[in-house]
T-cell receptor, first 115, second 115 residues
Framework: GAGVSQSPSNKVTEKGKDVELRCDPI?????LYWYRQSLGQGLEFLIY????????KSGLPSDRFSAERTGGSVSTLTIQRTQQEDSAVYLC?????????????FGNGTRLTVT | EDKVVQSPLSLVVHEGDTVTLNCSYE??????LLWYKQEKKAPTFLFML????IEKKSGRLSSILDKKELFSILNITATQTGDSAIYLC???????????????FGQGTILTVHP
C-alpha cells in the first residue's frame, strides 16, 4: 500500500491480558516510530527504530512495553499484562532518511481500550 | 531535557477570525520543525521548516521559524469550521549516542472554529 498501515484499528481487551499491535511502514522507509496519544492530548514518544541501529526505547513507560522490528520493515508493539491506564490510541509513523529532513507519515492508529 | 511546548492549549474562534499558534522548543542538534493537523485519525503533514525567517505558505495557512529565539508560529487566516482540529508541532533532532532523527511532539493546540 501507499501509506502506513496499522492493525487492528480497534482493540478491546481485559485488564491483565497481553496485546500486540502491528505497523507496516511505507516501503523503503528506514525509520519507524511508535507514539501514544490519550484523548485530546499530544503525542507521547514510545520507541524509535532507525535502520539496523539499536532502537531508542527511552519513551517506553514500563517494562510491560516492548517492540520489535523484523527485517527492517514490519513492527510489533507488545503490551503485557495490560492496565487501564494503557488505554489510548497507539500511532505508528515512518520516514525516509533521504533527504536528511523528511516528514513523518502516520498510520491511522490502533485504539486500545483496556476494561 | 529536550522539550517542545505549544500554546495556547486550546482556542475557540468564529469563522473568519485569524489565529496564531505558537511552538517553542529546546533541543540539541536541531534538524527541522514540523507542523501537523490532526482531525479524527492520523496527523497529516502541513509544513516542515528548517531555515529561520523563510515563510512557508499553503492557502490560508502559513508558518515561520525563528532559530535564534527557538520558536515557530502557525497562522491561519479567515478560519473555517473545517480548520477545527488539533494542531501538533514537532521537532526533529539528533538525540545523540545511538539515537538520531528523533521527533518530539508538543502537547498540541485544540482549535475549535464556530460558524
Amino acid at each position: 500500500g501507499a501509506g502506513v498501515s496499522q492493525s487492528p484499528s480497534n482493540k478491546v481487551t481485559e485488564k491483565g491480558k497481553d496485546v500486540e499491535l502491528r505497523c507496516d511502514p511505507i516501503s523503503g522507509h528506514t525509520a519507524l516510530y511508535w507514539y501514544r496519544q490519550s484523548l485530546g492530548q499530544g503525542l507521547e514518544f514510545l520507541i524509535y527504530f532507525q535502520g539496523n541501529s539499536a532502537p531508542d526505547k527511552s519513551g517506553l513507560p514500563s517494562d510491560r512495553f516492548s517492540a520489535e522490528r523484523t527485517g527492517g520493515s514490519v513492527s510489533t508493539l507488545t503490551i503485557q499484562r495490560t492496565q487501564q491506564e494503557d488505554s489510548a490510541v497507539y500511532l505508528c509513523a515512518s520516514r525516509s532518511d533521504r533527504p536528511y529532513n523528511s516528514p513523518l507519515h502516520f498510520g491511522n492508529g490502533t485504539r486500545l481500550t483496556v476494561t | 531535557e529536550d522539550k517542545v511546548v505549544q500554546s495556547p492549549l486550546s482556542l475557540v474562534v468564529h469563522e473568519g477570525d485569524t489565529v496564531t499558534l505558537n511552538c517553542s522548543y529546546e533541543v540539541t542538534n536541531f534538524r527541522s520543525l514540523l507542523w501537523y493537523k490532526q482531525e479524527k485519525k492520523a496527523p497529516t503533514f502541513l509544513f516542515m521548516l528548517t531555515s529561520s525567517g523563510i515563510e512557508k505558505k499553503s492557502g490560508r495557512l502559513s508558518s515561520i521559524l525563528d532559530k535564534k529565539e527557538l520558536f515557530s508560529i502557525l497562522n491561519i487566516t479567515a478560519t473555517q469550521t473545517g480548520d477545527s482540529a488539533i494542531y501538533l508541532c514537532a521537532v526533529l533532532y539528533d538525540a545523540g549516542g545511538t539515537s538520531y532523527g528523533k521527533l518530539t511532539f508538543g502537547q498540541g493546540t485544540i482549535l475549535t472554529v464556530h460558524p
